[in-house]
C-alpha cells in the first residue's frame, strides 16, 4: 500500500494530473511595471523609463482615453505589448488593486515568435515606440517591488 501510494504521489507530480495549472510548459516569466499603452509610448517617446512607470498612477490606466489601446509591460529595460487577454486581465487587476500607482506584475505567458524584438533601452525612440513583441498572457499577479 505504501509503494502504491508513493507511486501514485510520484506519477501526480511528474504528470501534473489532479492539478488545474493555467501555465504550460512552453510559458515563460515577465516581471516588470504595468502601463497602458498610450503612457507607455508617451514614456518611450519622452525618454522616461522605470522611474515613471513605478509611479504611474492607477486612475490614469483605467481612464478610457488611455486604456482603450491596451496594455504593456517595463521588464529588465525592454517593452512588451500584452494580448487581448492579457489586456483584460490587467485591467481587472487594476480595478482590484489597493495601490494607486506603480503597478509591478509577474506575467506568465508565451512570446509572440513573429514579433520583433524592439524596444530596449539602446534602441532609438522611434524603435522602442514601434514594438511589437506581444505576450500571450497565461497568468498575472501584482507583487510588492522593493
Known amino acids: 500500500m505504501q509503494r502504491g501510494l508513493s507511486t501514485l504521489i ?13 501555465v504550460s ?16 509610448e508617451n514614456c518611450v517617446n519622452q525618454g522616461f523609463g522605470v522611474d515613471f512607470a513605478s509611479t504611474h498612477k492607477k486612475e490614469c490606466a483605467l481612464n478610457e482615453s488611455c486604456s482603450k489601446a491596451g496594455y504593456s509591460i517595463l521588464s529588465k529595460g525592454q517593452w512588451f505589448q500584452l494580448d487581448k487577454k492579457g489586456t483584460e486581465i490587467a485591467k481587472k487587476l487594476l480595478e482590484k488593486s489597493k495601490s494607486d500607482e506603480g503597478h509591478f506584475v509577474v506575467v506568465t505567458g508565451v512570446l509572440n515568435k513573429n514579433a520583433t524584438q524592439k524596444g530596449t533601452e539602446a534602441a532609438s525612440k522611434k524603435d522602442a515606440a514601434s514594438n511589437k513583441s506581444e505576450i500571450a498572457v497565461s497568468t498575472m499577479r501584482e507583487v510588492e517591488h522593493q
Open 25 to 40: 510548459a512552453a510559458d515563460a516569466r515577465w516581471a516588470g511595471y504595468l502601463l497602458d499603452r498610450s503612457c507607455a
Open 10 to 22: 510520484a506519477w501526480v507530480i511528474l504528470t501534473g494530473s489532479g492539478f488545474a495549472s493555467p
